[in-house]
């Protein structure tokens, strides 16, 4: 990994009806109330927002590029500031999820599961793994969630699914673990519009 520094339907997700016979996804007890997002088709996570993003590090905003590398399943989204590759992001989907593999912090084995299908906005869910990073791996816990949100680029409001990953990282036994909050908002056919590493690292389309 990259360790320097470093989003179609058209009925609102609100208002998409249950689908008779479909099963629902995850824990029925941490199951949502919002809209069924029946399959990957239904949201297309994967595609191309654009080709440029404002990236910002620590408070500075960066303009760059955004190259889009689909390889099979295996999504690898590249920032390229003056032609050169910045920060990546990887990701990788099929019918069953859409998945990070890696983010400006680290890497996630197994892949960490943002949108699962089917699923209704509102589900929650876990996920344990090790995320890796600067050749240490470390145990990490995760709660994923999802909420409908209006994510406004410039002053052009998209409906949105944000989703919201909660992790726990532990270094040493007996220590608390750190904590770590990555947001991802994803708009239906336009891809992930925006996400936000903490508060160090955030990328948002230009034009989507």
């Not at 099979?72 to 990788?92: D, I, M, N, P, R």
């Not at 726990?168 to 750190?178: C, L, M, N, S």
């Not at 908002?185 to 160090?200: A, D, H, Q, Y």
Request: overall charge positive.
């Amino acid at each position: 990994m990259d360790t320097r520094p470093g989003r179609r339907w058209m009925i609102s997700l609100g208002l998409i009806p249950l689908l008779a016979g479909c099963t629902h996804a995850g824990n029925p007890a941490n199951s949502g109330s919002g809209g069924l997002i029946a399959n990957l088709a239904a949201l297309h996570p994967e595609v191309a927002p654009g080709t440029k993003a404002m990236l910002k590090l620590a408070g500075v905003k960066v303009p760059v590029a955004v190259k889009y590398v689909l390889q099979g399943k295996k999504l690898t989204v590249k920032l390229l500031a003056h032609g050169e590759v910045f920060e990546e992001e990887g990701y990788e989907s099929d019918a069953e999820s859409f998945r990070l593999r890696e983010a400006a912090d680290g890497n996630y084995a197994p892949p960490l599961e943002l949108l699962k299908f089917p699923m209704h906005v509102g589900d929650k869910w876990s996920w344990s793994g090790r995320m890796e990073t600067g050749g240490i791996s470390r145990p990490t816990k995760a709660t994923v969630s999802s909420v409908n949100n209006k994510l406004y680029v410039g002053a052009v409001g998209h409906d949105s699914v944000q989703v919201t990953v909660d992790l726990e990282i532990f270094a040493d036994a007996g220590r608390p673990p750190t904590k770590r909050k990555l947001t991802f908002w994803f708009v239906p056919n336009k891809g992930l519009i925006r996400r936000e590493f903490g508060t160090e690292s955030v990328r948002e389309t230009v034009t989507p």
